[in-house]
């Protein structure tokens, strides 16, 4: 029996996540795997029932498992003494040192309209310091106010974490085109990015099949839509790959289209790389894709760990594949210029499912 953790989220969350259960359910019913999925206080409603957006109860949780999916949140529309924190998946990924976000971005169909049709890149996002302040400091948040007219943030770079995040694009493009591109802006952050893109240079001597080149973060934006296929796994600092996966997305034909998963060496957690789209909760007009296909990386995680399962591999292509072909027959939400809405789309990807 396989346990995974479910919190729905905010917003559009309940509705994408229980797409993604039904479709993995199914997908790993067709290998044998049984599944039980734990569903966890969290987000909004949390706040309701227990005072905060991830209580101690699912953290209790969350530590005896390896993997859980995570709906996206929005702590913005949090009360008030909630807003300006660390957000509940923040916390998440501290707690549990999820260091590696891994957001692919590909072209799926032809059907669907994409700026870049060619599109197969996949952005290493380091995930635990860099410019964001939130993930900087032991105590505290590394953005503050001196004065109300002047507002200052610390970005922090160590060795180790560049390192680790190295070796994690590296890995991934060993199996994949092998070749890595190394975002960084040192004609202007020679220190920090610097520190980053020499980490990153020197573990790639460890992998002597990977062609390495360093681009500066400006440059390798433009060329990413203007030459996509000059592209393989980039490595990033945290900010810098927010916001070039967010770009990737969109580049394959919408953001509701891209997937990721962060991960440790001992945990994962499934999460969309977009956010709660408030606006349109509640509506079942929402695209699933991303997050069907965060679960199937997490599965497909699960799988290569040590003492993983192969049939949860198996099943993740099973997800992937019958994705694929439901936008083969011309079904899509209205996000790429479809009008199935959120339910039925996943019906169509479920009937795909062999």
């Excluded at 807003?83 to 032809?110: D, E, M, Q, V």
């Excluded at 020499?198 to 433009?222: K, M, N, T, W």
Aim: charged share 20%; net charge negative; with cysteine.
């Amino acid at each position: 029996m396989l346990t995974l953790g479910v919190l729905l989220g905010d917003g559009i969350g309940p509705e994408i996540v229980d797409s993604a259960t039904r479709v993995a359910e199914r997908a790993l019913s067709g290998v044998s795997v049984a599944v039980h999925w734990r569903e966890l206080a969290f987000g909004l409603e949390a706040i309701g029932e227990f005072g905060t957006p991830l209580p101690e109860p699912t953290l209790a949780e969350l530590d005896g498992l390896a993997g859980w999916i995570l709906g996206p949140h929005d702590n913005a529309g949090y009360p008030e003494q909630f807003r300006g924190l660390l957000s509940p998946g923040g916390a998440i990924r501290k707690r549990y040192n999820l260091f590696a976000n891994i957001r692919p971005a590909r072209t799926l169909s032809a059907a669907v309209h994409a700026v870049c049709p060619d599109l197969d890149v996949v952005v290493v996002r380091e995930n635990t310091e860099g410019f964001y302040a939130d993930r900087n400091m032991y105590d505290g948040a590394g953005e503050f106010m001196p004065t109300p007219d002047v507002a200052l943030a610390v970005a922090v770079f160590t060795r180790t974490a560049c390192e680790r995040i190295a070796h994690q694009a590296f890995q991934l493009a060993s199996v994949r085109r092998k070749s890595v591109t190394v975002a960084h802006k040192t004609n202007v952050l020679a220190k920090t990015t610097g520190l980053f893109r020499d980490v990153c240079q020197s573990v790639a001597e460890s992998y002597p099949d990977v062609h390495v080149r360093g681009e500066h973060i400006d440059a390798l934006a433009a060329r990413l839509v203007s030459h996509p296929r000059d592209f393989d796994v980039i490595v990033a600092e945290n900010m810098f790959g927010d916001i070039l996966s967010d770009l990737a997305g969109q580049l394959s034909g919408s953001l509701g289209m891209a997937p990721s998963i962060n991960a440790s060496h001992t945990h994962a957690m499934a999460q969309a790389a977009h956010g709660s789209a408030p606006d349109i909760a509640g509506r079942d007009i929402a695209n699933p894709v991303a997050m069907i296909l965060s679960t199937a990386m997490l599965l497909r995680w699960l799988a290569g760990r040590e003492g993983g399962t192969p049939a949860l591999g198996i099943a993740a292509d099973r997800i992937e594949d019958a994705v694929r072909r439901t936008l083969d027959s011309g079904v899509g939400t209205a996000d790429i210029g479809g009008s199935a809405s959120t339910s039925s789309f996943t019906e169509h990807v479920l009937s795909a499912l062999p």
